[in-house]
């Protein structure tokens, strides 16, 4: 299949139609080029968009795909009227069966952080960013009783991606702590995590992957050889079972599929989106 050209356009940030729109794209396999266009909160902008999306579909000869989550009924009567590209009008798609179905109006309201300066959970996810960076890699352990999850495994295993994942998705405060040889050696947890055992969860990896993930880092070194990987990642395994750690690995599962588990394991009452 040819490239084609995708756009995701909206007069808030957009993340929500590019996430919407890569979803849905995921199911085919399409070679895509993505624009984005964020921000298109006036007519003006508005028509200076669609000139690009016509001209896109008279280069390319084809339809550019179009995904949008515009509110505004100006601004997206704009591309209702002119734009000719396949347009996929997100909000128009649910929000209005929605508001007929519920009995009541949307509040259309631009974007998820429009009024983030009101709004206490924005300023809870910016708090819990805050505390995953200063409790990334056992750099604190200070305030551990603040945390919702205490992640914990070998260096390279995936530990300060998810912590910030979490912390930037769903505002929870995540500290990580690595697992080094002393610990296996003393058989024993890092003493500052013992108090918190319920709030542990385990990440580990297949050595051969950890292997290439730390040459990246540190190529022919001890710390990235393949033996010294098996025996670490093994070790770090036996501590977690006979801690009663939950633990997952990361091998092959991406980002999201590893919060997801994290939360459906311990489902924080606070939890929002």
Not at 119 to 135: F, T
Request: net charge negative; charged share 30%.
């Amino acid at each position: 299949m040819s490239l084609r050209t995708v756009f995701f356009v909206s007069d808030g940030t957009g993340i929500t139609a590019e996430t919407f729109g890569n979803a849905i794209l995921a199911q085919f396999e399409a070679t895509v080029r993505r624009v984005r266009l964020p921000f298109l909160d006036s007519v003006d902008k508005a028509h200076q968009a669609v000139r690009q999306i016509n001209h896109t579909a008279e280069v390319e000869g084809k339809r550019p795909l179009v995904f949008t989550t515009v509110v505004n009924d100006e601004v997206l009567d704009v591309f209702q009227h002119h734009c000719r590209g396949m347009l996929l009008d997100m909000f128009g798609t649910f929000v209005q069966p929605l508001e007929e179905e519920l009995g009541i109006k949307s509040n259309h309201r631009v974007g998820r952080f429009s009024d983030a300066s009101k709004s206490k959970a924005y300023h809870d996810r910016i708090e819990a960013i805050n505390y995953s960076l200063a409790h990334d890699d056992g750099q604190s352990d200070k305030d551990l009783e603040s945390a919702d999850v205490i992640l914990v495994g070998v260096s390279r295993s995936g530990k300060t991606p998810t912590s910030l994942y979490l912390a930037m998705q769903y505002g929870l405060k995540a500290s990580n702590y690595p697992l080094i040889p002393e610990d296996f050696e003393r058989r024993k947890l890092p003493p500052a995590l013992v108090a918190h055992r319920k709030k542990l969860f385990g990440l580990t990896i297949a050595p051969d992957r950890l292997s290439e993930i730390r040459n990246e880092r540190r190529p022919n070194s001890r710390y990235a050889d393949l033996e010294n990987c098996r025996n670490e990642v093994a070790e770090a395994e036996a501590m977690m079972r006979r801690e009663g750690i939950r633990w997952l690995s990361t091998t092959t599962k991406s980002i999201e599929e590893i919060a997801t588990t994290i939360l459906q394991e311990l489902r924080p009452e606070r939890l929002e989106y």
